[in-house]
Nanobody, 124 residues
Framework: QVQLVESGGGLVTAGGSLRLSCAAS????????MGWFRQAPGKEREFVAV????????GYADSVKGRFTISRDSAKNTVYLQMNSLKPEDTAVYYC?????????????????WGQGTQVTVSS
């Protein structure tokens, strides 16, 4: 089992920044990739960013490219999402997830473990 705990969410005004953290514990050796997803009220959960744990390659949704940066600290078993130039449409619950194998990593069905989520609210 893998446990994921997100932190760092909060309320910020448009144009501001937040950094989310996701700490992993448990049986993490098989981890292939870590991703961030978000879900706004009344909408489906959507892909935000992904990082391959071994090589560090990253991928982003078009809506956040150039504003968000995903990174990892292998020693701390933690993945981060630095969010800059935040917009009201970024308001959502943000979830981190762990994928044990390769696949369609922009698809939430490729992930095996999920955190509980952290709320990000961007006011205009």
């Amino acid at each position: 089992q893998v446990q994921l705990v997100e932190s760092g969410g909060g309320l910020v005004t448009a144009g501001g920044s937040l950094r989310l953290s996701c700490a992993a514990s448990g049986r993490t050796l098989r981890r292939y990739a870590m991703g961030w997803f978000r879900q706004a009220p009344g909408k489906e959960r959507e892909f935000v960013a992904v990082i391959l744990w071994s090589g560090g390659d990253t991928g982003y949704a078009d809506s956040v490219k150039g504003r968000f940066t995903i990174s990892r600290d292998s020693a701390k078993n933690t993945v981060y999402l630095q969010m800059n130039s935040l917009k009201p449409e970024d308001t959502a619950v943000y979830y981190c997830a762990s994928a044990l194998s390769s696949g369609r990593l922009r698809n939430m069905r490729s992930y095996d473990y999920w955190g509980q989520g952290t709320q990000v609210t961007v006011s205009s």
